[in-house]
């Protein structure tokens, strides 16, 4: 049976594949312009920018300044700030790309970086102001609202979830100390390389998972289940499209959920799932709260 669902799975798309190739190839038009026109210009740079600091000392500063927030809070270290900050800032799945480049650095132990893939990959302030809030629910405001949504919900599934694993791994002695001193040439090389393959990657999922959300016949915004920008699209404004959007935005679809597995290749996504789900949940019920107070 593990073996059956897969291969009925892909036998199913090539049907469709060959039954709708004009909405196939319409919707791979659509996910190359969606990357050449946001997913490129809005995470390339962020990218290069994120993993410049971190191999030029970013992670020693963040561990004594972030330290008293990020103890209270999530019984985790300050370094710990940084994926979590790059994800609420940068967008998908930015958190996710910083909390592996830490583990892989040294600076974060596997369980840190396991459990912190569960809160730190968010959904960044531009597209939930521009393309959620004033493109299809037709307010700005709503964008602003529904970033502050998503900054406490992606909160309060982190506390939970340090508060139900405790387990923080070995203790690193060496994580205050440089792991490589790197010139700066160096580092900008190296950053820019990696940051056009993880770049790469997330297009090439945007444009997987925008053809199939294309093919698949899901109704309005269940489709944010498959693909977030897709499922966000097809809502309407007004309060049930509202509620939709904090859930959606929260859960940010499976596309989002390989995007982050690409670039955080080797570690454990069992609170990664656990995470995005829980703060669909908050997020939908903190959206339905407010409409009941404003």
């Not at 490129?40 to 410049?52: A, G, H, N, R, T």
Request: aromatic letters at 8%.
């Amino acid at each position: 049976m593990k073996k059956a669902f897969p291969v009925l799975t892909i036998l199913g798309i090539s049907i469709l594949l060959l039954y709708r190739p004009d909405a196939a190839a319409a919707a791979v038009r659509e996910g190359l312009q969606l990357c050449a026109g946001t997913v490129i210009p809005s995470l390339f740079p962020f990218f290069v920018v994120i993993s410049l600091l971190l191999q030029l000392g970013l992670a020693d500063y963040l561990q004594g300044v972030c330290g008293p927030v990020m103890g209270p809070l999530f019984h985790m270290r300050g370094v710990c700030a940084l994926p979590l900050l790059a994800g609420l800032l940068g967008g998908y799945p930015t958190g996710a790309r910083t909390a592996a480049e830490l583990y892989r650095q040294g600076r974060l132990s596997r369980q840190e970086a396991e459990l912190l893939l569960g809160f730190c990959d968010n959904c960044g302030p531009a597209f939930l102001l521009s393309y959620v809030g004033a493109g299809v629910l037709g307010s700005p405001q709503a964008g602003v609202w529904l970033f502050g949504i998503h900054i406490v919900s992606a909160l309060l599934a982190g506390m939970l979830l340090c508060r139900v694993w405790r387990d923080r791994g070995p203790g690193l002695l060496g994580s205050s100390l440089p792991v490589k001193v790197l010139t700066f040439p160096e580092a900008l090389t190296s950053s820019v390389s990696s940051a056009i393959t993880s770049t790469l990657n997330i297009c090439a999922f945007v444009v997987l998972f925008r053809t199939l959300a294309a093919l698949t016949p899901l109704p309005g915004g269940l489709l944010g289940v498959l693909e977030m920008v897709t499922g966000i699209a097809a809502l309407e404004p007004g309060r049930a499209g509202w509620i939709a959007a904090a859930a959606v935005t929260g859960w940010g679809g499976l596309s989002v959920h390989c995007q982050a597995m690409s670039v955080a290749e080797g570690l454990s996504f069992r609170w990664h799932w656990a995470g995005k789900a829980l703060q669909a949940g908050i997020s939908a019920g903190l959206a339905a709260a407010l409409t009941l107070l404003f």
